[in-house]
């Protein structure tokens, strides 16, 4: 049982594998429990940003088969202070 399911991602690798694909068609059902987090976004600058989030929303309209938009939030989840070198707006 769990209360909430993250799905991270990385700017860097946003290619869905078969594995993941099968967790989450495995997860279908528990769809209020999931939260899709586009982590590292500090290390990006705004257009790649927008890049990416666009690659992404691609890539998770071919796995979840919605007429809705997946929420995604964005953010940089690390120990270490926020990096301002590549996206001064993170």
């Avoid at 399911?5 to 694909?21: C, N, T």
Wanted: hydrophobic share 40%; proline share 4%.
């Amino acid at each position: 049982r769990s209360d909430l399911i993250l799905l991270l991602f990385d700017p860097y690798k946003l290619d869905i594998s078969d594995e993941f694909k099968n967790v989450i068609h495995s997860i279908k059902g528990h769809d209020d429990k999931v939260r899709i987090v586009l982590n590292k976004a500090d290390q990006v600058d705004s257009q790649q940003l927008m890049r990416v989030y666009g690659a992404l929303m691609w890539s998770l309209g071919k796995v979840f088969n919605t007429p809705e938009v997946v929420r995604v939030y964005i953010g940089s989840f690390n120990i270490k202070p926020i990096s301002n070198d590549k996206n001064p707006l993170a």
